[in-house]
């Protein structure tokens, strides 16, 4: 699914027009003018799954709390929003092919981040019975259960979970008795799939914190099911090899001058992991 359709962003010459106009002179910084202008970023052209790639400078957070200023979505946690921001964004344009479903949202590490102390905190008070989790396990055990959207993903987890697992294994996995007994990596992937729903145009900004290698491999392939399967369109930000390989997507490569799109294959990042591991092949 396709709802943002493309998003434009000023050019040079518009930034020096704005500020020649305004003959502000008392600023240390114009954040976010000179930041993306600076990559020759003009506008970016969105598939249902967009990635802007780039190392710690190259403007793809920065695009991203643009978009989503801009199109005025949901998010949970503030920004560095500076005195320049709601000018800028003024001065930006995007056109829609579908319209932005109200529950779209952007979603970053901060958010993320609170999410998961504010659930250690919860945890901290919660004390569940081992009788409760053994009714839980014989219910999904021998459920009849078919996953008709996404809100039935965590209980599909569930029910999987019950299948393959012992009585034992299964209430030892999933009492919290402590906050140990629910990582930081399920906490986070919890997050996301809590706050990503149907049909909707969700801004990832480096989704893979705080995420293992295997938990980054399972939230490729939720979002790659939601795109395919349930209407959304995804536009993140990410330096992971394992996100950076989803299926279809169009990447932006930011390190490059002007912007150049790319095959994940060909990025810089991806290929020192491959060039690692070719060097240290035989110790496999």
Known sequence: MIYLSHFTFPTGEQESDFFWGEQRTCYDSYYPFQILSRRKLRMLDFEPVTILYG?????????????????????????????????????????????????????????????????????????????????????????????????????????????????????????????REHSNGESAFLYFSEKIQENGLYLLDEPENSLSPQRQQELLRFLEDSARFFGCQFVMATHSPFLLSMRGAKIYDLDEDPVDVKRWTELSNVRAYYDFFQKHEGEF
């Open 55 to 179: 190392g710690n400078g190259s403007g793809k957070t920065t695009a991203l709390n643009v978009i989503g200023e801009t199109l005025k979505l949901q998010r949970d946690t503030l920004y560095n929003r500076s005195n320049f921001f709601e000018t800028y964004c003024k001065l930006c344009d995007f056109e829609t092919l579908e319209p932005i479903p109200k529950l779209s949202r952007i979603i970053t590490s901060d958010d993320v981040f609170d999410f998961m102390l504010n659930l250690r905190s919860l945890n901290e008070g919660i004390d569940r019975k081992r009788e409760d989790v053994f009714s839980e396990y014989l219910e999904n055990k021998y459920a009849r259960f078919q996953m008709r959207s996404l809100e039935d993903y965590e209980q599909l987890k569930k029910v999987v979970q019950a299948r393959s697992k012992t009585q034992s294994r299964y209430v030892r996995a999933n009492l919290m008795d402590n906050v």
